[in-house]
């Protein structure tokens, strides 16, 4: 099992920057694919960005460029680099990890992007 707990969020104005940092209970290296999705009221939880145990990186259109994601193994960290936010990035953030075949979720953290 893989345990997940996320942090970072709060309220930014448009144009601004937060950093996600979601902590796992195993070193993320071992984790095949570990990401963020998001889920805006209303609206089906969406991905955001995933990070595989060999470093390749894969963006939702919506955000690329703006966001990056990436990991510290030795902290068992993967973050997410959020710039330039915009009110369509507000929803709650969740972290995800692919772990034998089984997906581990997050209790989210929220992001609103307001001024």
């Known amino acids: 099992q893989v345990q997940l707990v996320e942090s970072g969020g709060g309220l930014v104005q448009p144009g601004g920057s937060l950093r996600l940092s979601c902590a796992a209970s195993?070193?993320?290296?071992?984790?095949?694919?570990m990401g963020w999705y998001r889920q805006a009221p209303g609206k089906q939880r969406e991905l955001v960005a995933t990070i595989t145990s060999g470093d390749s990186t894969n963006y939702a259109d919506a955000v690329k460029g703006r966001f990056t994601i990436s990991r510290d193994n030795a902290k068992s960290t993967v973050y997410l680099q959020m710039n330039t936010l915009k009110p369509e990035d507000t929803a709650v953030y969740y972290c995800?990890?692919?772990?034998?075949?089984?997906?581990?979720w997050g209790q989210g953290t929220q992001v609103t992007v307001s001024s």
């Open positions: 995800m990890a692919y772990y034998f075949s089984s997906t581990y």
């Open positions: 195993r070193s993320v290296f071992s984790i095949r694919t």
